[in-house]
């Protein structure tokens, strides 16, 4: 599998992100963990857009910060980021859970990662998505299997994979 390409984003761009993480977490609707989170998306046009944890009675509807920060930005047009930032005040350095992961996965440009900037409680420690999720599931894979209808691919989608 070919290794993405890496764009540290710049120190400027990163503390925009990073405040923007911490004031959505200020948001967060989180009765029940007492957790707050707060999330920061790049997209590839620049612009940001922040989400916060949204919890729910039920517990299993609850929305992870990364999510509802990927929502608003998919709903703003936005398809690829470069970028996020993830911020928890009660637990400095969390990063994003496994469902977290795989979503924002959806949206990483073809042939780059995605910076994942940890709020520390500092300047924040960039990581990559790459790292936190490596050989992952994604859009590519479909495309593959898409454009080699005529193999024996075809037969392990009826496998239930
Ligand atoms: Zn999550």
Redesign the pocket.
């Known amino acids: 599998m070919e290794t993405p390409a890496r764009s540290p984003i710049d120190s400027k761009v990163q503390y925009d992100l990073l405040r923007r993480a911490r004031r959505a977490a200020e948001f967060a609707y989180a009765p029940y963990s007492d957790f707050p ?1 707060g999330a920061a998306v790049l997209a590839s046009d620049g612009s940001i857009t922040a989400g916060c ?1 949204v919890e729910n009675a039920s517990i299993g509807l609850t929305i ?4 509802s920060a990927m929502s608003a930005a998919v709903s703003a047009g936005h398809h690829e980021i470069l970028a996020v930032a993830v911020s928890a005040p009660k637990s400095p350095g969390t990063t ?6 795989q ?1 924002l996965n959806e949206f990483r440009p073809r042939s780059s990662d995605i910076a994942v900037v940890l709020d520390d409680g500092c300047s924040g420690n960039m990581v990559w998505l790459d790292d936190l999720l490596p050989q992952a599931f994604g859009p590519r894979n479909l495309d593959s299997e898409i454009e080699d209808t005529n193999s024996a691919t075809v037969t392990r989608r009826g496998n239930g994979r």
């Open positions: 989170v944890n992870c910060a990364e999510q994003p859970c496994g469902a977290c992961r979503f």
